[in-house]
């Protein structure tokens, strides 16, 4: 999933979206929109999309992280953000899936409306590597495409 929107318009839909009550923050890069779902609020804005995708994610993090980006003589008033397997990529500085609990779907026909944290469990087989982060879906929001699985992973 990658796309370029502008800066202070993601800032602010963050702080529109997202509260307290709700960790977890849907992104979903779709179509020339991207669309911010925290618990029942949601938002969007125009964004240039290279790469459709949905990722669930820590909304505390990204927004610290936005806030330290200036728009400046060295930076743009637009970012470009890049999720993959591996991590997130915000602008220049790229972050591992370890260090910010990423769940990323290719397929936003496909990706599941919401996911929910719970406990690890001993006896869960392996699963893709994409899939290894300690949320899993909440059944009740909408049904899971028949590849999905995910386990916990102690930090």
């Given at each position: 999933m990658r796309f370029l929107v502008p800066r202070v318009a993601l800032i602010r839909l963050l702080r529109v979206v997202c509260h307290?009550?709700?960790?977890?923050?849907?992104?979903?890069?779709?179509?020339?929109?991207?669309?911010?779902?925290?618990?029942?609020?949601?938002?969007?804005?125009e964004a240039a999309i290279s790469q459709p995708g949905v990722c669930f994610l820590r909304h505390s993090k990204l927004k610290k992280l936005l806030q330290s980006y200036h728009s400046?003589?060295?930076?743009?008033?637009?970012?470009?953000?890049?999720?993959?397997?591996?991590g997130i990529r915000v602008g220049r500085t790229t972050v591992s899936r370890d260090g910010w609990e990423i769940s990323l779907f290719a397929n936003p026909a496909t990706a599941p409306r919401t996911l929910r944290f719970r406990l690890p469990r001993e006896d869960e087989p392996e699963t893709d590597?994409?899939?290894?982060?300690?949320?899993?879906?909440?059944?009740?929001?909408?049904?899971?495409?028949?590849?999905?699985?995910?386990?916990?992973?102690?930090p």
């Open positions: 307290a009550g709700h960790p977890l923050l849907r992104i979903e890069a779709l179509a020339g929109v991207l669309t911010l779902t925290c618990g029942d609020t949601e938002a969007g804005c400046d003589a060295g930076q743009s008033a637009a970012i470009e953000i890049e999720v993959t397997p591996e590597s994409q899939m290894l982060l300690p949320f899993v879906l909440d059944r009740t929001a909408s049904p899971a495409p028949a590849s999905f699985s995910c386990r916990s992973i102690q």
